[in-house]
Structure formats: C-alpha cells, structure tokens
C-alpha cells in the first residue's frame, strides 16, 4: 500500500466559515490532487483554524493506493 502524508495546516487569528477544503499542486500548474468534505460547516472566530489530517497508515492516509 502506497501513502500520502500530509503536515497539519493552521490559519491563525481567522475568522472563517468553512465546509471544506482542496489540496493542490502547486509545483504542477495548481492542479487539484484532493478535496476534502468537513461533513459539515466549521467556524472559526478570530482564532486559530486547523486542519489535522489522519495517521499516515494503510488504513487511515488520506491519500492510499494499494
């Protein structure tokens, strides 16, 4: 099984509404490589907005192929 890892994203002082989210390449013209759904709106008011992405394993990678 082949993984992708992706680093935890933090906005900091945001206020921000948002349902979900799209990974891109931007070595490769910002080519769309993921989107991600929330399942649901998140806010974040004048505070820190993070994005945790799961384990990186066989099982819980955002990205696998196997």
Known sequence: TAICDFADISFTSATI?????LIFNSTD???AVA?????GDKTSTSGT???QFPAADASNAILRLA
């Open 29 to 31: 013209s910002n080519k």
């Open 17 to 21: 509404t948002a349902r979900g989210a």
């Open 35 to 39: 989107v991600l759904d929330f399942g």
């Open 49 to 51: 907005f993070t994005i």
